[in-house]
């Protein structure tokens, strides 16, 4: 691979740092509107990560997590290229929003086309300037809005060896497996251009959480690590390790509209036929209890108490080896602290 790395017209030459404003549609007040782009282009040769945030634009964890990889120290001397694009969606961002103006979830535009909407329009341009000229990518994404996610790691682990040890090696207490990708998604098209691609899902739309940012941090340098990027520094994770992987999951429904108690905490066990939260009118009358419809690990769940029959309310992943997994949070919580 070239040393050497040009994008939207800028090169940039082995071991300098550029950060490059790729050019948007203006906003309609005619304000420009540029996406912002941090190279670090290493002396010597090695993989090209891409590390992107905020393709969702009001989930901003992952903007926090960049923030603080390119101030570690631990990324000086680097090998190969990394390039940071905290902010992938500049409109969702700049109204908290998840979507495009056009109502288009860009994480469904992919790979986009030229002439497109002007959600795959941004898709095309992502996929041309930043996705084509790497070998690897790591994309950050919180719950949506309302939600919220235990730390973990979604990949297509049998699309081969290197996507799941890079899994493994990010050490997020939990792998789910992607069997089947969403169409559109950024996922996809690097799938579909053999460039391994790890999704971590942390925390909750428009709010910091330090356990999900410490979290994100380390696991990207311990990715980077295990691509030969960085010198290892006995910290991150043993890829020997088999990863925590669930083998299925499964949402638990809300039976009748009302006011939740929610009982089941982010990443408790749970016994199936547990209760796990209480739905009632707001009298209190009408009680009907949820329950755990199997032993897993909430790995995911609604933070707003006012629900509709049949909304989502929790995320239970199931294991082989539950306890493996309650270690693994616990680990997270001892090393990351705890909020
Ligand atoms: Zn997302």
């Known amino acids: 691979m070239k040393t050497n790395i040009t994008i939207a017209g800028h090169e940039i030459q082995p071991g300098e740092k550029k950060t490059i404003n790729v050019p948007l549609p203006d906003l309609y007040t005619s304000a420009n509107i540029d996406m912002p782009v941090h190279v670090i282009n290493g002396v010597e040769p090695g993989p090209r990560l891409f590390v992107s945030a905020a393709i969702h634009g009001n989930e901003i964890n992952g903007v926090e997590i960049i923030h603080r990889l390119l101030k570690s120290p631990d990324i000086t001397h680097l090998k190969g290229t990394l390039i940071a694009i905290p902010v992938v969606n500049v409109y969702g961002f700049i109204a908290q929003s998840r979507y495009l103006p056009d109502r288009r979830d860009l994480n469904r535009s ?19 300037e930043i996705i084509k000229q790497c070998t690897h990518g790591i994309d950050l994404h919180t719950a949506a809005i309302g939600r919220t996610n235990l730390p ?16 493994c090696a990010f050490g997020a207490p939990v792998v789910m497996n992607s069997k089947k990708l969403l169409e559109g998604s950024i996922r996809q098209t690097a799938s579909q251009l053999d460039i391994p691609i790890l999704l971590y899902e942390a925390g909750e739309a428009l709010r910091f959480n330090e356990v999900a940012i410490k979290a994100g941090v380390h696991g990207i340098i311990s990715v980077m690590q295990f691509l030969e990027m960085l010198p290892p520094d006995g910290s991150h994770c043993d890829i020997s390790k088999k990863p925590l992987l669930a083998h299925s999951s499964s949402w638990v429904r809300a039976p009748q509209s009302g006011i939740l108690r929610a009982v089941a905490e982010l990443g408790t066990h749970v016994e199936e036929g547990e209760v796990i939260g209480i739905v009632s009118d707001p009298f209190g009358d009408n009680e009907e ?41 616990e680990a997270l919580h001892e090393l990351h602290g705890s909020d």
């Open 152 to 167: 973990q790691i979604r990949a297509e682990l049998n699309h081969g060896m290197e996507i799941k040890k890079m899994a």
């Open 289 to 329: 209890k949820i329950l755990a419809d199997g032993c897993g690990i909430v790995i995911g769940r609604t933070k707003l108490p006012l629900v509709y029959e049949g909304e989502a309310l929790f995320h239970i992943a199931h294991f082989h080896e539950p306890s493996g997994v309650i270690k693994a949070i």
């Open 110 to 128: 992919f790979p986009g086309s030229k002439k497109g909407s002007m959600a795959s329009r941004l898709a095309y341009l992502f996929t041309q």
